[in-house]
């Protein structure tokens, strides 16, 4: 039986367009739930979930989808990512500190964003948002997988200094980390 994850040191965190807030308040009152299995039909869609390994794939029936939420909360942190100017759930930041316990935190993360929120800047923008809320936690290392055939997720990652781990890269993904240090003058 494997262990679960550290829980992540990463507080919720709003952008210019975004509100990035962890899912644990909604998953417990029945309505706001159900809301969130509603609002997670449009995200969980072939097309946006083709990137991603197999076990994050579910189907879009609503027993699938309740499943899905059940495996990510057992695993990881998630965040939903809304627009600040309301309620619209737009994707998913998906979070893990694979680390061993007691160690320096190393977060697995995975985006998901919903396609028609595609190509407007906000997987940029919230990454940017996480770089600068997982500062405060710092020292830690963020870690993303990128599918090859999915160009643009492995340049915001480029162009926001994450390096490539060739050592961690196969035939079918590209894996980018950073490393974050306390800034100058805050305590280690």
Request: glycine share 6%; aromatic share 6%; with cysteine.
């Amino acid at each position: 039986m494997s262990q679960a994850p550290n829980k992540v040191p990463v507080a919720d965190f709003q952008t210019e367009r975004l509100a990035v807030l962890h899912w644990a308040d909604q998953l417990y009152q029945p309505a706001a739930k159900a809301q969130l299995l509603h609002d997670l039909v449009p995200i969980l869609t072939p097309t946006v979930l083709a990137h991603l390994p197999p076990f994050l794939h579910a189907s879009q029936t609503p027993k699938a989808i309740a499943g899905w939420i059940a495996e990510r909360a057992a695993e990881s942190d998630v965040y939903r990512i809304t627009m600040n100017s309301g309620a619209d759930l737009i994707g998913l930041l998906i979070l893990a500190d694979v680390a061993e316990t007691g160690a320096q935190p190393i977060i697995h993360m995975g985006c998901l964003l919903a396609q028609d929120a595609w190509g407007q800047g906000y997987a940029s923008e919230m990454l940017r948002g996480l770089l600068v809320s997982a500062q405060s936690a710092a020292p830690l290392s963020l870690i993303g997988g990128v599918a090859r055939d999915n160009p643009a997720s492995a340049h915001i990652l480029r162009k926001l200094g994450f390096q490539l781990q060739a050592d961690m890269t196969d035939v079918d993904s590209e894996v980018f980390t950073i490393a974050l240090t306390p800034a100058k003058g805050a305590p280690a």
